[in-house]
């Protein structure tokens, strides 16, 4: 690790490679002895231009581009974006497709769930439970293959409905897979509030009360754990969750523990909601007729993704491509909090802090911040300025 | 507060085999509905290529000599392919199924990626007509 000493200050960098998590992102830490008095986030580092791709392609073949935003959810990327086409175009997938649609959201929201709680505790230093966690997370990665054909980019949506149908078989292996994680989950929940070495970790770390996630603008789980009632599931329900409500599941605490008990509470709501589907699922279609060309206009779509709130903006302008898709993903929002919360904890209680709020750094990279050395806390440019910082660029390049 | 309370799962962690696979001596077996190589069937295909407009990666080329005479090359590029099944989706005539039974594709070279499909003589007409470099082996040679 580089470290710089300045006069009565000492920034310690953390990242681009690595910072604690697999993904690229840069934080500097100013700290005082152990304690972190300062930090600046950097992103940028893995933008790879899929706003701008979509525009070249129809809407048809950017159902598979946007799926591949994130790995992890990738399904709720793709229903985003489908329910914001379907607005557009008038469409309305048949009640099956929608309940499809929420089934596979609410498996990928389990898997997602468990992949954070495994890395939570890896973080944590805590390894037995990352690995036992993650090889409980295979059954539902099983599920969700046998569903789907696939692990990842599940391909489970088309314009205007859903690929597959349920058998009798697969609702009952659904089934098995849902008892079994759920007698899971029980345990791990046990564990994360009874712990002693883990509690350690989490307890009375990070804590944000319910002002400063509402000032920072907290989403998803994140924000339930300082006890804002945030989800879209519930504030404006999409495809079929007017029909299958979910509880928010919220806590006052603020601090990691909290989040970790509500991530695994609402573990619970979607085991809940995956029987009832399966209990009441309603026949007919698959899919409804989509037109090529979508009409000229503009759509927003809000869903609630594992990490938070997910936020698509779609303008077409009547041609067979997207003119402008804007996408913002839940982890920009929450991000905020971590250079806050930072402030004031030890540097060894930073990877948890920013494990906490479950970031996926390859989602949100939709910008890239423009930095120069006199000024080490980045600042905002015109369009024209950005331009103008473009052609010098490559001016001194060229000397 | 507890001590070691994931002790039992690491206990009885201890009695269970590896869950390794050991591919390829041993194959589990793939789920039902994996997408795997594309197949295409002649006799139902019309040539209208929605399934070519259609394919987010672009790995498929429907070639039409005669359309009265069901006179098609449809070419595939395995490489480029995301599996993801528009095009199965896309074809009204039903001629595209995406199957679970050709899914170990790797190779040392490239040649087993570019697959042509349809009658010998039109595959080579319409290797001839392609850029050099481009061509590789047809499927059914």
Known sequence: MNTKQEPQRFVIPIGPQHPALKEPGNFQFTVDGEIVTKAIVRLGYAHRGIEKAAEERTWIQDLYLIERVCGICSHIHALAYCLAVEQLAHVEAPPRAQAIRVLVAELERIHSHFLWMGVSGHEAGFDTFFMYSWRDRERVMNILEKLTGNRVNYSANVLGGVKFDLDQEQIASIRGGIDFLEERTRHYLDVVATDFMFLQRTRGIGVMSRAQAEIMGAVGPTARASNVARDVRKDAPYAAYKEYPVDIILDERGDLEARFEVRLKELFESFHLIRKILDTLPGGELTARMPRKVPAGEAVMRVEAPRGELLYFIRSNGSDKPERLKIRTPTICNLTSVVKLAIGHQLADVPMILAGIDPCFSCNDRSVQIRTSNDPDGRMLSWDELRQHGIDFYKRLEK | ?141
């Open chain 2, 1 to 141: 507060m507890r001590i070691g309370v994931m002790f039992p799962d690491v206990s009885g962690a201890l009695m269970r085999h590896s869950a390794t696979e050991k591919y390829p001596f041993q194959r589990q077996g793939v789920t039902a509905r994996l997408r795997s190589l594309l197949k295409w069937n002649p006799e139902a295909c019309t040539g209208c290529g929605l399934c070519a407009m259609d394919c987010p990666a672009e790995a498929i080329q429907v070639n039409v000599l005669d359309r009265k005479a069901k006179r098609f090359v449809f070419a595939y590029q395995v490489d480029r392919c995301a599996f993801c099944g528009q095009c199965v989706e896309s074809c009204r005539q039903g001629a595209l199924e995406m199957a679970n039974d050709r899914w170990e594709l790797a190779a040392l070279n490239k040649e087993p990626f570019m697959l042509y499909f349809g009658d010998p003589d039109d595959i080579k007409t319409v290797l001839a007509a392609e850029p050099a470099g481009e061509a590789g082996i047809p499927a059914d040679k």
